[in-house]
């Protein structure tokens, strides 16, 4: 990948600044510190469909993106073998990749719902929309992190091949079990916070030394998507925006899985006849890592 600024904003006469047409919510601080890596047991046969995929898919990302776990270190204190040690190249070249194929669900899932809802010419209970800004975020992560680099013509080819295979595996899954999809992605997310939370610790530990500078200038699309403050603008407080992101669409999803596909409304935008209680929401104040069960929602 080359380490540079790609795809500068248009120039236009009249138009200063288009806006993220979804708003993101505001996080605390101590919200985004707060996200933890979790792992929702596989109960039923769907479950351990939507696992042996996820394992499969993970196995995939780790090949294409030359993804390894930290390496045993040598008596003088440097990695056995230099190769598998992950740097911020070999970072954001999974980066990209990941976030390439994560904005693929969301949309599949939307454009069925959009065109099952046509057909039967009856509501979908508010779940399009959530799905659609699933794949809008996932985007806005891939933009984010290709301002910081650009992919080579190689790179490029994998994303399109694996994109190719993995929307058609979706949408025909999506038609078959909407639930079991629902599972795989949440088992995805669940990898995905891992991913960043690792990323977090080796920022913080130095083993990314570029990435752990203060003054490492992180894109403007992100401060602006994020309205990130003040004071509060480095790489590791950009991971840590992203991981909470991942955080939420596992929760999302673990949840839509619990639910009955064609007749629960979507309880992330629902009003609720006791606010105090703990609920589902857009934002993640009230975040559940394994995803809400039906009884408590619905």
């Known amino acids: 990948m080359k ?7 248009p120039e236009t006469s009249n138009i200063k600044y288009a806006g993220p047409a979804w708003p993101h919510p505001v ?11 979790a792992h929702r047991e596989a109960k039923t046969w769907q479950d351990k469909l939507a696992m042996g995929f996820m394992r499969i898919a993970r196995w ?11 390496p045993k270190m040598g008596p003088n204190g440097k990695p056995v073998r230099q190769w598998f040690k992950m740097t911020e190249r070999k970072w954001l070249v999974r980066l990209v990749f990941l976030e390439s194929i994560a904005g693929v669900p969301g949309m599949v899932g939307g454009m069925l719902r959009h065109l099952h809802s046509l057909r039967r010419m009856k509501r979908d209970n508010g ?22 680099a650009e992919p ?14 993995f929307f058609n595996g979706m949408f025909f899954s999506y038609l078959l079990s909407p639930a079991t999809c629902h599972r795989f992605v949440g088992y995805l997310e669940e990898e995905a916070v891992y991913t960043y939370s690792r990323i977090i610790k080796d920022i913080e530990a130095g083993k990314l030394p570029e990435w752990s500078d203060p003054n490492y200038k992180i894109p403007d699309i992100a401060i ?22 991942e955080a939420k669409h596992r929760e999302v999803n673990h949840t839509l899985g619990n639910l009955e596909q064609n007749n629960d409304p979507n309880p992330f935008i629902s009003t609720y006849d006791d606010p105090s209680k703990p609920h589902p929401s857009k934002g993640i104040d009230n ?5 809400w069960d039906r009884k408590e929602v619905i």
Do not use: C
Request: glycine share 8%; charged share 25%; proline share 4%.
């Open 3 to 9: 380490v540079k600024k790609w795809f500068p904003p």
């Open 27 to 37: 996080y605390t601080e101590e919200q985004m510190s707060s996200i933890f890596v």
């Open 60 to 70: 995939g990302m780790d090949l294409a993106t030359g993804y390894a776990e930290d």
């Open 127 to 148: 779940w399009i929309e959530t799905l659609l800004e699933e794949a809008y975020n996932e985007r806005m992560h891939l933009l984010t992190f290709l301002k910081i």
């Open 152 to 165: 080579g013509w190689f790179m490029k080819i994998m994303i399109l091949g694996a994109q190719g295979v």
């Open 224 to 245: 602006n998507y994020w309205q990130m403050p003040e004071g509060k603008r480095t790489m590791r407080d950009l991971m840590l925006y992203v991981r909470a992101d």
């Open 287 to 291: 975040l559940k890592p394994t995803g």
